[in-house]
């Protein structure tokens, strides 16, 4: 079972960067479809940018397109999103879960993912 731990949140300006990462521990991701979600408040919680195990297959919502990019450390226990060009409505609550899968399957919906590490809180001020 892995856990996750998610950290690189804090308050920046619009159009500033942050970049977050989620660590892993238990396992490596090699089996896991992942994720980033927000979750604003008085919002549902939605993908921000979704990968299958074998990190082939990747989907960005389209608000983030051109602006965040997902990488992953080598050894594969530690997960980064590269947020550029930050913008008021991204601000959130961010996540980072992962669910072990047996084939290349993405997953949209949070309800999907069983592991889930803490939060962390972006906040971009205009």
């Known amino acids: 079972q892995v856990q996750l731990v998610v950290t690189g949140g804090g308050l920046v300006q619009a159009g500033d960067s942050l970049r977050l990462s989620c660590a892993a521990s238990g396992s490596t991701f090699d089996n896991y479809a992942m994720g980033w979600f927000r979750q604003a408040q008085g919002k549902e919680r939605e993908f921000v940018v979704i990968w299958s195990r074998s990190g082939n297959k990747i989907v960005y919502t389209e608000s983030v397109k051109g602006r965040f990019t997902i990488s992953r450390d080598n050894a594969k226990t530690t997960a980064y999103l590269q947020m550029n060009s930050l913008m008021p409505e991204d601000t959130a609550v961010y996540y980072c879960?992962?669910?072990?899968?047996?084939?290349?399957?993405?997953?949209?919906?949070?309800?999907?993912?069983?592991?889930w590490g803490q939060g962390t809180q972006v906040t971009a001020t205009s």
């Open positions: 879960p992962a669910r072990f899968n047996v084939d290349d399957s993405l997953y949209y919906g949070h309800p999907a993912y069983p592991y």
